[in-house]
């Protein structure tokens, strides 16, 4: 799969050994991590596979949100029931994202990764051609815990595989990919079943999210500073996660992920229903077209990496709150661009806030990484599933007025989490 130039590049920094040398050894030696470095083609590769894998994530997983009107029409649910389309799938992947941390120490990063993918795809095919309701949440339900085979693999091989001085932009590009990918995703549904149906753009999104997995798989190199785990040992994986707990910053980022996640899908899941109706009456396709602001989520994340790698994590990632929280007050204007400019500014804040966090779990997590990302990503998904159907309840206390303001609250706390995790890391 790699060609001889990628094979020297990666096993340029093993030392060689002579035979001669290893009988008379009298004691072990730890090799020193084989780090992707940056400039390198196989740094690259990681990259890019890594951004394929935040695209397909983000596109299967979100592709229903533009179409949550039409389900609301079409099955003759409520508005908060219709967000039970996304809501399922960010619940299930949440608590899934345990059970893919724990089944990666042993089956490898890779593997589970692309099984995830491949099967999230084919979920999203069969929701296509669901005969009521109920099949397409069951199935919606399946492909969110599959896909919890992910997000918080892909951030352990980062932490794992790139050099700590690149982890940064490394990780921003990653998210860009879930950037990107929500953004297509909403946009190609939008679009499609503005001129079709709701079946065919649900289709076409299980089918890019097939090809993303065939790149992934082929481009990402294979772990070299992963040792896997024989058997399934539940006391180390308790004894992983709970001792992440004792670290007082890391709750914090927990919580952070938590509130900005949910204060992101809050917007984007109401903001539909309220500008397809009067004044606004957009289409299907039209609302699709403001899911571009995912374009500035994409140099937002890969720019609060680089800025956070530079100028300092704990500077970045209250600036990303404050810009949410500025961007969730200006959509309450009635003027159209004005909302879309609020819109563009929360999904700013959002991918700063989301990069720079990420990151930093990555950094202050003493050993057992791949255990406090999956901590962190729970929190993040329950925030998508539980925020994003509370929203619900205040669109029809008080429509938008009362939306905003469950998600200032939030956005408050989110800006005092992240000034303290910057006191009790500076300690």
């Not at 090809?211 to 024989?230: D, H, M, Q, V, W």
């Not at 992101?264 to 699709?288: D, H, I, M």
């Not at 563009?344 to 990302?373: D, E, N």
């Amino acid at each position: 799969m790699f060609g001889a130039a990628e094979k020297q590049e990666i096993t340029a920094s093993e030392v060689p050994s002579r035979p001669e040398l290893t009988l008379v050894r009298s004691a072990p030696t730890v090799e020193p991590r084989q780090y992707l470095t940056r400039g390198t083609p196989a740094f690259r590769r990681a990259t890019i596979a890594l951004f394929l894998s935040g695209f397909a994530t983000f596109s299967l997983l979100y592709c229903v949100q533009p179409l949550m009107p039409i389900f609301s029409q079409d099955f003759g649910v409520t508005p908060a029931a219709s967000s039970l389309s996304l809501s399922l799938s960010t619940g299930f992947l949440a608590f899934a994202i345990f059970g893919a941390a724990a089944v990666s120490e042993s089956l490898g990063r890779r593997s589970l990764m692309f099984i995830s993918l491949l099967g999230a795809a084919l979920c999203t095919l069969v929701c296509s051609v669901s005969p009521n309701w109920h099949v397409l949440l069951v199935f919606r339900a399946l492909e969110g815990f599959l896909l919890g085979g992910v997000p918080a693999v892909a951030m352990t091989y980062l932490a794992e595989e790139i050099e700590p001085r690149g982890l940064g932009g490394a990780m921003g590009l990653y998210i860009a990919g879930n950037a990107f990918g929500g953004m297509a995703g909403r946009v190609v549904t939008g679009t499609i079943a503005e001129f079709f149906s709701w079946r065919p753009a649900l289709a076409a999104v299980g089918i890019l999210g097939l090809i993303a997995a065939t790149g992934f798989l082929y481009l990402l190199p294979p772990s070299r500073n992963f040792t896997p785990r024989k058997g399934f040992d539940i006391a180390f994986h308790v004894k992983a996660w709970s001792g992440h707990f004792g670290n007082p910053a890391l709750p914090l980022l927990f919580a952070i992920g938590f509130l900005v996640m949910g204060s992101f899908v809050t917007v984007y899941n109401y903001a539909g229903f309220r500008l397809v109706a009067a004044p606004y009456n957009l289409s299907q396709t039209e609302l699709g077209l403001i899911f571009t602001a995912y374009l500035f989520g994409i140099v937002a994340s890969w720019a609060a990496g680089l800025l956070g790698d530079r100028i300092g994590h704990f500077v970045v990632l209250p600036a990303g709150a404050l810009i949410a929280a500025l961007g969730a007050a200006v959509t309450l204007a009635t003027s159209l661009p004005l909302i879309i400019l609020g819109i563009v500014l929360v999904t700013i804040g959002f991918f700063m806030t989301h990069s720079v966090a990420s990151a930093l779990v990555g950094r202050l997590a003493r050993g057992a990484k791949g255990h406090a990302s999956s901590l962190y990503l729970l929190a993040y998904y329950l925030g998508s599933s539980i925020a994003g159907s509370l929203g619900g309840y205040f669109w029809l206390a008080d429509g938008w007025n009362a939306v905003v303001a469950f998600i200032l609250i939030m956005l408050a706390i989110c800006l005092v989490s992240a000034f303290a995790v910057a006191r009790l890391a500076r300690r």
